[in-house]
């Protein structure tokens, strides 16, 4: 074999060694490309994901804080509407002595007061319902004595002798007890 004929074939060798080593490095570029494509998706995916899960916490607090607010609203016009119908009632209540059903309601809110009272007592009133507590306490058979120095829109405190407070029966005192009930059933209505 001739010097040349080695060198050729050492040349085909080379070349042949050189695109095997192409191909093969080929060959690893190319997992590698993939491999680091795939992991560019999943850290795409990753940071999609967490920013969706951001938008969803956002919104979810935007919503509440939105709700929240929306309640707060509401409470405050129910507040608003309870205690206006409270201030018209007050109101209708200092018109209620001037009608003829007043000396009705007077009675059964004394005789209330009254019930089970075996001692000696007080019935308080406004002094504009001084006389009409006289006629109703004498009518009703009931010794006590009358004081004319409560401020009142109508109705009766009936005391012991002692001072102590039995019964404090006064169309105020009335329209106080029904204000939880009233506020309640105002909160169930405007839901």
Do not use: W
Not at 83 to 107: D, M
């Amino acid at each position: 074999m001739a010097i040349e004929d080695i060198f050729k074939a050492l040349d085909e060798q080379a070349d042949a060694e050189c695109s095997e080593l192409l191909r093969a490095a080929e060959g690893q570029a190319g997992a590698i490309l993939a491999e680091a494509q795939a992991e560019a998706d999943r850290i795409q995916e990753q940071r999609l994901q967490a920013a969706q899960e951001l938008v969803k916490q956002k919104t979810g607090k935007t919503l509440n804080a939105a709700k929240l607010d929306n309640k707060k609203q509401l409470a405050a016009v129910r507040e608003s509407v309870v205690q206006q119908v409270f201030k018209e009632a007050a109101t209708k209540l200092g018109t209620l002595r001037s009608t003829k059903e007043y000396e009705s309601i007077f009675k059964a809110l004394l005789e209330e007061a009254l019930a089970g009272v075996d001692e000696d007592c007080t019935i308080q009133v406004d002094p504009a319902d001084a006389g009409l507590a006289e006629k109703v306490a004498k009518s009703l058979k009931a010794d006590c004595t009358i004081d004319a120095s409560l401020q009142s829109s109508g109705g009766v405190v009936v005391t012991t002798a002692k001072g102590r407070v039995l019964r404090h029966n006064t169309l105020e005192s009335r329209l106080a007890k029904s204000h939880e009930f009233t506020y309640a059933r105002v909160s169930e209505i405007l839901g």
